[in-house]
């Protein structure tokens, strides 16, 4: 497809409805930069600790026995003065919202979760999405792709959109699930394929154009 001069497409998504695979497709088909892993590693350099312990803290408010655990994710040949407190989870969530805005102010991409549509909110060109589906579905392809029991996987995802949800509001004051918040809302569960879904989006792209 013909591109704009600037792309940003910010994609929420609940666990299980494809919402990353839809990401990745659509940033490809405009040829753009897919935001996903990068911004866990850049604000892992900013705050000097590993990936995963970013990567587990995002999206979720963890208990303070999680953050008590993050503690052993320190980098040990870093040198930290012992008065300097651990990130709090507002710090992984100014960090992460540093390296969203970086990214979106040096060119076009596709940006998945942590809260996009509403850091990159005052940016003209923005178009955000979201991606959800009922829970049968998400249950069910979550269990398909990671070879595990219908009770787990629905665990899995009860548990993820309560974290989700608790995430988005605690951060935006937004309800994660109101469409207001989104320029589209698409439910994968009612589609054929999820190709369908970057269709619909790609085609929103040239409405904008």
Known sequence: ?????KILITVSRQLGSGGSYVGQEVAKKCGVFYADRTIIQEAAKKLSVKEETVAEREESVPSLWRAF?????????????????????????????????????????????????????DYPD????????????????YRTIYKTTEEDAAKIVARCDKERANYFRNYTGCDMTDAQNYDLAIDTSQL???????????RYVELQQ
Do not use: N, Q
């Not at 992460?96 to 979106?104: F, H, W």
């Not at 923005?126 to 392809?141: G, L």
């Open 1 to 5: 497809m013909e591109k704009k001069a």
């Open 69 to 121: 655990l993050s503690s052993a994710c320190i980098y040990p040949d870093l040198y930290v003065p012992p008065v300097m407190l651990l990130p709090t989870d507002h710090d992984f969530f100014l960090a992460e919202s540093d390296v969203i805005k970086r990214v979106a102010d040096e060119r076009s991409a596709v940006i998945i979760g942590r809260c996009g549509f509403h850091i990159l909110r």
């Open 126 to 141: 923005r178009i955000s999405v979201f991606i959800h589906a009922d829970r049968a579905f998400r249950v069910e392809r």
């Open 192 to 202: 054929k394929h999820l190709d369908d879904a970057v269709a619909l989006i790609l």
